[in-house]
């Protein structure tokens, strides 16, 4: 049992005997009669805990996370709880880092020091982790919105935070995770998808020169992510006679059964593989090769990864020599468009193993609604109503009297000529000329360049 007193002065004390036979006193100060009677209950459920040497209950952990250091350190000096340890933003940080270093992608690496950099700048290196509150968190929240970042920008920083204070409180630095209730959207604005015609994507190649041409096929109609992936694929696993090659990629590698996926050789993009393959050296390893090719790859194996590379920079002034407007996302827009494209004519789970995401992801990142969706629908529509009202004038009372037939809307029917089959044009046609190769059917791909 624990025993609560108060003296002449209004301090309270609590006074607990543990396993040892002796008293020890937790001394609470001038505080009210009710918090001093919680305390009591809570030391003298403590006292029993540790006298059994039974961990804590999750309402106890909670209650004991959530108190002061002032009275922590008088309850830990009892013997009642674990010490607490005590550290600074910076150095968790840091110390974070160091051990994240060993373990991740370059690329991953500096996305954590991103985010680390603005909350030290935000809340001070120095200050002590604890003090870190949620309000603090709303208010880190709100300076990345006031810099005008995206809104999926914000999502993923946020996440960030609130990843390295969970962090944190599993190893007991913090009682609770301040980023816990601070919520973004992850969301892709309209304003930030672009869909890039297999027209502007030729133009681009036009202005390109070989390695590029290559680049960009393949992520414009192979779907492969860029730079990672296009740098990293090798002609070892590109088989043009069977239409299929196996994709690397560095970016799931370490997600279970995503290290690589078998794409096929599409049709659309089978001209720039052949083309890539007879300019090739004798020996070359990389699709992507030669001198310039191994420059990129150099680049990265520095800090930065694959966004050492810098292909950016170079995409843009051939985006400018072809005379287009830059568009967002210039690599992501490629690979979107090719996604795109390839949901004309399959279905989504075959598309999004092929291009190597997952269903909510290219719903909610990739796939664009384009005009000639609208068209096709239209087409669609005045087709289908036609058949019904062919069946109509066929079977119904009217189709045996021409005279009222026409009074009633002004239908004729002209035969068992009539043909209602669609007519195909644009992307997934088989007028589009292009020639069945490997596993890819004709109708897979836009117009051939």
């Known amino acids: 049992m624990a025993s609560l007193s108060r003296d002449p002065n209004g301090n309270f004390t609590v006074q607990v005997v543990g396993a040892d036979r002796r008293r020890r006193s937790v001394r609470l100060g001038k505080v009210a ?93 120095a200050a002590d982790l604890r003090a870190v509150t949620p309000a603090a968190a709303e208010g880190f929240k709100a300076a990345y919105q006031a810099r005008g970042l995206a809104g999926a920008t914000v999502f993923r920083r946020l996440k960030m935070a609130k990843m390295l204070f969970e962090q944190a409180r599993k190893v007991g630095l913090v009682p609770e995770n301040p980023f816990a209730d601070v919520r973004g959207k992850n969301h892709n604005p309209p304003e930030r998808r672009h869909y890039v015609p297999a027209g502007d ?37 590109v088989d043009l006679a069977a239409g299929r090659m196996t994709v690397s990629s560095p970016k799931t590698e370490h997600l279970e059964g995503r290290a690589y996926r078998v794409v096929p050789v599409f049709a659309a993009l089978r001209p720039y593989l052949e083309d890539a393959h007879e300019l090739a050296a004798a020996g070359e390893v990389y699709v992507v090769g030669g001198r310039q090719g191994e420059k990129y790859r150099a680049a990265s194996r520095g800090p930065g990864g694959w966004a050492n590379t810098n292909l950016r920079t170079g995409f843009e002034k051939l985006i400018r020599r072809a005379g287009l407007r830059q568009w967002p996302r210039l690599f992501q827009a490629l690979r979107a468009s090719c996604e795109t494209d390839l949901m004309q004519s399959h279905p989504i789970h075959v598309v999004t193993a ?48 021409p005279e009222r037939q026409r009074r009633r809307g002004g239908l004729t029917y002209e035969g068992p000529g009539v043909s209602c089959r669609p007519q195909s044009s644009g992307v997934g046609s088989r007028e589009s000329g292009m020639a069945k190769v490997g596993l890819e059917p004709t109708h897979l791909l836009g117009t051939r360049f």
């Open 201 to 237: 994507a030729a133009a681009v190649m036009a202005a390109a020169n070989p390695t590029w041409r290559t680049v960009i096929a393949l992520a414009r109609f192979g779907g492969l992510r860029c730079p990672s992936e296009v740098l990293s694929l090798r002609w070892e696993h």
């Open 354 to 401: 092929w291009i190597g995401n997952t269903p909510a992801i290219a719903l909610g990142h990739y796939l664009q609604t384009l005009d000639a969706d609208f068209a096709k629908a239209v087409r669609g529509g005045a087709e289908s109503g036609a058949v019904v009202v062919q069946k109509a004038v066929q079977t119904g009372p009217t189709a045996a009297d």
């Open 33 to 125: 009669k009710k918090t001093a009677t919680e305390v009591r209950l809570k030391v003298e459920h403590l006292n029993a805990l540790a006298v059994a040497k039974v961990p804590m209950d999750t309402e106890t952990a909670l209650w004991v996370a959530r108190i002061g250091d002032a009275l922590a350190d008088k309850l830990a000096a009892c013997g009642l709880i674990p010490a607490r340890r005590s550290q600074t933003v910076g150095a968790f940080f840091d110390e974070y880092l160091a051990r994240r270093r060993s373990s991740s992608k370059p690329a991953t690496v500096v996305t954590i020091r991103r985010v680390t950099d603005d909350l030290a700048a935000f809340v001070g290196a």
